[in-house]
């Protein structure tokens, strides 16, 4: 099913200044859906993710699932002669992506209005910690520190002495994916004015977007949310149970599901005892819910109840590790576990692209992530330097 | 800063059948980029997060929240009129996104194939649980489902006897942006082919695509990784500290922050002691530093290390819960909390748009949220019915 494309964004030229995460996770979504992407890298280490771990011989793993399919040059931005190769870089580009704090790019003198006066087509994305703008434009921010500050910890975890972040970074990744839908919208734009637009999207901002039913449940009542564990806040039952051999999710989100599954778990009455008989009174009385639930669990495995419940047609789900995950059929089946080769660390496998889309190639193998600088002669030849 | 244009989508129509969140989420970030959203509701209920708490004199914010500026019809899509409005809709709209469960749209006689014979430039997104192919394509997901299957839920909290979801739908949400991210993709590839593409992107996949380190270090290493509460796994100290009256983060990523932190504690030495002068080293003896750091802050609260971390230049925050987190000043600043007004439920505040865009306008008050088939008249009008 390909139309000899390799995805909607062929052809587009990404310039690509970005470092460690957030940047980095926008331009691997640019380069899976088609995108050419360079990145710019510093001349002393490249990107700092280079040096992160784990290593496969002595090369980042981090690192490669961030970058593979990405192109390389290292350039001095200081230097006058690699000032020269980047403005003709800037000259043919569609996008340039950095995640620079701001103001760097000003004291470089590459700001919007220098890139938008070399080329007007150009479509500037910065993405930042704080954004270009607000008292706290100046600041670093990393993923945990965006975390605390937009609220998500305080409704992820247990409540109690133990903070809790969420176990992937959500700050970095959520801007990166706001980034690019901010590209792309500007992509279309483009075709209605010929003239490029700039793109800023801070970390905390994306943290903000994503708080979902807390802004809401705060906006209505005045009660500050707390954080749940593994519970929705309104949905009853709709959470982790333990069974005989540990726990496992699940999601009897109404009045049919419930009676399913308490048809399934063997005491068909919890559907007609008043206190549970809607989704209100199961969620006021979850107290004495879930201890009733659980005792029935307790009398299987983890994995019979998968099979019971999968035959009521109630959603559930185990709690799989990173492991068990990529290794379940559907994932699998989805093409969602790919591999790219290097020369030096062999075949490294790492998350595919979940946005699968008519007419447009799959592949399970992806190409290789650039050496430092490793591009530099194929790209000074094809901008006639 | 505005060139008149509400935002770059303009123009665009979304014909919208998804209900509750992942879809609603998708088509409401379009909404945010200036699209024209027409939700199609069931005339019996409408979407059943009209029906989800918290309400204010009767109607949901939560609803709310999602679904602001939108326009709402009711149409009943068995039976024939009500069909030939659909129809109509198809044949003008540019997108159309669902969040059924794969197969309920071919029910309808409204699949892929004959989408695209009613209209070719029409692109149509489909999100769900487990996408629209494998073995678990039929099966209904929530949630709390795909975080336990993707492998999040196992990567957060404590460990111990009790999982942790994240605190916010990220399983929803991260589909809503993959789904937006494709649709826009598709966009462009529509001002190369003048045709429209499906977009197929599944909850339980984009929980793999957030997965980040998780899936470089179990590759590398072959160690599943665990869940590590308020810590980053491979850059310490980069995460919760206790001061004095409660926890704040702290995130000192590398030797000259951690000596900027360590100087700021009032304790320079801990920089050069070689248990602690390299990250490597301070990982890996991250069960004696930490006690020696929760010491140091003792002396003094949250707000006193704030200040003095903020001052020496180290990347810290506060654990802000929902309250604190739209009160914060660069939050505020980054109109990040709006509001929209309805005729019954008065002023709602809600997350604004972090996408923020160099000539277009980021209003702090959104469209109102339409009542099921509230433009019904307007919408018949305007098709010529």
Redesign the interface.
Known sequence: MT?G?T???DG?LVVDLTRV?AGPYCTL?LQD?GARVIKVETPAGGDDARH?????RGKS??F??LNRGKQSIALDLKAPKDRAVFEKLVAKADLLVENYRPGTMDKLSYG?AQLHAMNPRLIYAAVSG???????KG????????????????????GG??????????G????G??????I??????R?R?GRG??????M??????????????????GN?????????P?ITP???L?AQDG???V?A?NNILFAKLAEALGEPGLATDERFATN?ARTQNHDILKPRLEALMAKRPVAEWLAIL?KAGV????????????G????V??N??VSSDDAVAGT?????????????PDPSTRGPTPDLDADRAAILKELGL
Request: net charge negative.
């Open positions: 139309n494309a995805g909607p964004l587009l995460l979504v859906l992160y771990g784990p290593f496969v793993a981090y490669m699932s919007w704080f954004g270009q703008t607000g008292p706290y600041r670093a921010a990393y993923d945990m520190v965006v975390q605390a500050m937009g609220g998500v910890m305080s409704l992820t975890g247990h002495d133990q903070p809790t972040r969420v176990g992937t970074s959500i970095d990744i959520t801007a994916l706001f980034g690019t839908i901010g792309l919208a500007a992509l279309e734009n075709h004015t637009t700039m793109v800023d999207v801070a905390l901002d994306c943290q903000v977007a994503i708080l979902e039913n807390a802004i809401a449940r705060y906006a209505a009542t500050v949310p707390g954080p749940m564990g593994a519970r929705h309104s709709f959470e982790a333990r726990h496992m999710v999601a989100g209100d999968d959603p559930n789900g185990p709690i799989n590790n990173v492991a068990q995950a990529l379940d059929q559907q994932i089946a989805r969602m576990v490294l496998k790492m998350a595919g692209n979940p946005i699968k889309m008519t007419g447009f």
